[in-house]
T-cell receptor
Framework: AQSVAQPEDQVNVAEGNPLTVKCTYS??????LFWYVQYPNRGLQFLLK??????LVKGSYGFEAEFNKSQTSFHLKKPSALVSDSALYFC????????????FGSGTQLTVLP | DSGVTQTPKHLITATGQRVTLRCSPR?????VYWYQQSLDQGLQFLIQ???????AKGNILERFSAQQFPDLHSELNLSSLELGDSALYFC?????????????FGPGTRLTVT
């Protein structure tokens, strides 16, 4: 069975500081990994994905994520946080094997303090 | 704006009733997914359709059903509603049914069962 863990319900960071939102996954075989962001009263927005290749993936709005196969992690990062980055972030995973459904983590609320 | 539309935006109904939620995917997308988001369960995959055919089933109750029509719009039918069905229901679409493609989410339908 697939599972995704986001160990932190809440992350607070000061504006201008680097931010990290953590994600670990468990899938059989090789994973496809995604990050989505949800602003209040909105649907989820795609940020970036890892399919294969370079372990460092760059996405929208200056976000990037690092795939670490040995640690089964896919942490989301940004060098300098903005107040407008405050939102709910979801990590998601799917096996490249037979599983067809995307499994989401429980979400991490990021608050960037001015 | 993701290009995915959902109607209605809000729905308030009583226990035991039946409702239909509607989704129009992005132009050109063949795959439609339905999700339920609630505070206690998080984001749960319900069902996927690809080009009119059911492709994958997740944690969908027997009281719930869905279909995708020839014009690719989809409807999610919820019947014998219970208080616990109150949640945000999202539709998402992707260009293909393959798991490596990102999904684009609609703004959601907020269902309140009283």
């Amino acid at each position: 069975a697939q599972s995704v863990a986001q160990p932190e319900d809440q992350v607070n960071v000061a504006e201008g500081n680097p931010l990290t939102v953590k994600c670990t996954y468990s899938v059989s075989g090789n994973p496809y990994l995604f990050w989505y962001v949800q602003y209040p009263n909105r649907g989820l927005q795609f940020l970036l994905k890892y399919i294969t290749g370079d372990n460092l993936v760059k996405g929208s709005y200056g976000f990037e994520a690092e795939f670490n196969k040995s640690q089964t992690s896919f942490h989301l990062k940004k060098p300098s946080a903005l107040v407008s980055d405050s939102a709910l972030y979801f990590c998601a995973a799917i096996s490249t094997g037979s599983a067809r459904q995307l499994t989401f983590g429980s979400g991490t609320q990021l608050t960037v303090l001015p | 704006d993701s290009g995915v539309t959902q109607t209605p935006k809000h729905l308030i109904t009583a226990t035991g009733q039946r409702v239909t939620l509607r989704c129009s995917p992005r132009s050109g997308d063949l795959s439609v997914y339905w999700y339920q988001q609630s505070l206690d369960q998080g984001l749960q995959f319900l069902i996927q359709y690809y080009n009119g055919e059911e492709r994958a089933k997740g944690n969908i109750l027997e009281r719930f059903s869905a279909q995708q029509f020839p014009d690719l719009h989809s409807e999610l039918n919820l019947s014998s509603l219970e208080l616990g069905d109150s949640a945000l229901y999202f539709c998402a679409s992707s260009v293909s049914g393959e798991s490596r493609y990102e999904q684009y989410f609609g703004p959601g339908t907020r269902l309140t069962v009283t």
